[in-house]
């Protein structure tokens, strides 16, 4: 086990590390990088999204989305 001050200096080296691998690595592939960000965003927005829309709505009545028959049936133009 480390001194408490080497410990210190031993985690700013690994986050120095982490920092200068991210970096080259966003310079060499940026859109591998970007890529992964964005998936990464959009795996999270279905789970951050419903809570935080229900928090604003806490005054309202949950509204159902429109079944898609009525949709299929008002982009028609009525029943066919």
């Not at 985690?11 to 990464?40: D, H, N, Y």
């Amino acid at each position: 086990h480390l001194p408490p001050h080497k410990e210190e200096e031993s985690k700013q080296k690994e986050s120095k590390i982490m920092a200068g691998f991210w970096t080259t690595f966003l310079q060499r592939e940026p859109i591998v990088v970007w890529s992964c960000a964005l998936g990464a965003i959009g795996a999270a927005l279905p789970v951050c999204v419903p809570p935080i829309r229900n928090m604003l709505r806490a005054d309202q009545e949950p509204t159902r989305p429109p079944s898609a028959q009525s949709v299929v049936e008002a982009l028609r133009g009525g029943k066919s």
